[in-house]
């Protein structure tokens, strides 16, 4: 049951309590992929399902979704459905999702733009 205290509630970070690895919130959506969660929108609105994936954007598609009015009076069941990151007000998800994240070992990948050539030559600029 989604209400159960072995849950870890995940809110968009304020500029207080930031920390180095601004990953972490996508990091532990990825990780929890197939698990169930409660997504609660800044309407109100609540949907109960199993996250089937997640973007860059944190937009989520879940899957065999309950969804709640914001009165709590009207329900409807979805097979799936999908949900847009900047809607979203909290996500609530097993706590041991945090176990499935990987550590981040600080190596990162940086693409380079630009290449050998093309507008902007080899540092990828307009100027």
């Known amino acids: 049951h989604l209400f159960e205290k072995d849950y870890a509630i995940i809110s968009p970070p304020s500029p207080k309590n ?9 990091s532990l959506l990825r990780a929890a992929s197939g698990s169930p969660m409660l997504v609660e929108l800044k309407g109100g609105d609540t949907y109960n399902g199993r996250l089937v994936n997640c973007d860059a954007w944190m937009n989520l598609n879940l899957r065999d979704v309950i969804c709640t009015s914001k009165d709590g009076e009207t329900f409807w069941k979805m097979k799936e459905c999908y949900i847009r990151g900047s809607s979203v007000k909290y996500l609530r998800l097993p706590e041991d999702s945090i176990d ?8 990162r990948h940086f693409v380079r733009r630009g290449g050998n050539g093309g507008r902007g030559g080899e540092y990828g600029g307009r100027g």
């Open 18 to 26: 930031c920390t180095p690895n601004a990953q972490l919130p996508l």
């Open 100 to 107: 499935k994240v990987p550590e981040d070992d600080g190596t």
